[in-house]
T-cell receptor, first 113, second 112 residues
Framework: GAGVSQTPSNKVTEKGKYVELRCDPI?????LYWYRQSLGQGPEFLIY????????DSGLPNDRFFAVRPEGSVSTLKIQRTERGDSAVYLC???????????FGQGTRLTVV | AQSVTQLGSHVSVSEGALVLLRCNYS??????LFWYVQYPNQGLQLLLK??????LVKGINGFEAEFKKSETSFHLTKPSAHMSDAAEYFC??????????FGAGTTVTVRA
């Protein structure tokens, strides 16, 4: 596609529920990143994929968070047993490889009530 | 580990006035430095970046930034603000890898 696409743009869920956030990177980009932006903060790194594998998941806050990229294109960020503190904008970005400019999507605003 | 501090969470300027957004970084090795802009309901867009070489970097929309190693700074400037510059601006640092560390952001409002 023309840019990085994230769906849904907004998601409201109840505390304790499971959610999935989807990212469609720019076609041909092998590197994909997830960041989380809490209110009043800058984005914080969560995880980096190179191809199908998670090259660095050091930013995932705990084991309720998991991400996959099974075919090296679309990625899904999965959050189990959501908590109100998970409320944030989740940003996805992709780049040609891990060393070039990253292009960001518009984000998914997650609200846990 | 690297980090970024943006001085001032909100900046208000008059149209036509100088825009100055301050960014100081901390890094144990020579960093790569970035400025991103985020317009309402849009994704982050790269304004400019410094990797190596010339310390004065020119970006899109008339913005520029200067890397000053002695001051560990990478301040963003634009000589004359336009109404369309109203947005949130983020400074970021990386150490030649994929992982960006962002500042908390500065919201710019432009007064007519």
């Amino acid at each position: 596609g023309a840019g990085v696409s994230q769906t849904p743009s907004n998601k409201v869920t109840e505390k304790g529920k499971y959610v999935e956030l989807r990212c469609d990177p720019i076609s041909g980009h092998t590197a994909l990143y997830w960041y989380r932006q809490s209110l009043g903060q800058g984005p914080e790194f969560l995880i980096y994929f190179q191809g199908t594998g998670a090259a660095d998941d050091s930013g995932l806050p705990n084991d309720r968070f998991f991400a996959v990229r099974p075919e090296g294109s679309v990625s899904t960020l999965k959050i189990q047993r959501t908590e109100r503190g998970d409320s944030a904008v989740y940003l996805c970005a992709s780049s040609t490889d891990g060393n070039t400019e990253a292009f960001f999507g518009q984000g998914t605003r997650l609200t846990v009530v | 580990a690297q980090s970024v501090t943006q001085l001032g969470s909100h900046v208000s300027v008059s149209e036509g006035a100088l825009v100055l957004l301050r960014c100081n970084y901390s890094s144990s090795v020579p960093p790569y430095l970035f400025w991103y802009v985020q317009y309402p309901n849009q994704g982050l867009q790269l304004l400019l970046k410094y990797t190596t070489g010339a310390t004065l970097v020119k970006g899109i929309n008339g913005f520029e930034a200067e890397f000053k190693k002695s001051e560990t700074s990478f301040h963003l400037t634009k000589p004359s603000a336009h109404m369309s510059d109203a947005a949130e601006y983020f400074c970021a640092v990386s150490i030649r890898d994929y992982k960006l560390s962002f500042g908390a952001g500065t919201t710019v409002t432009v007064r007519a």
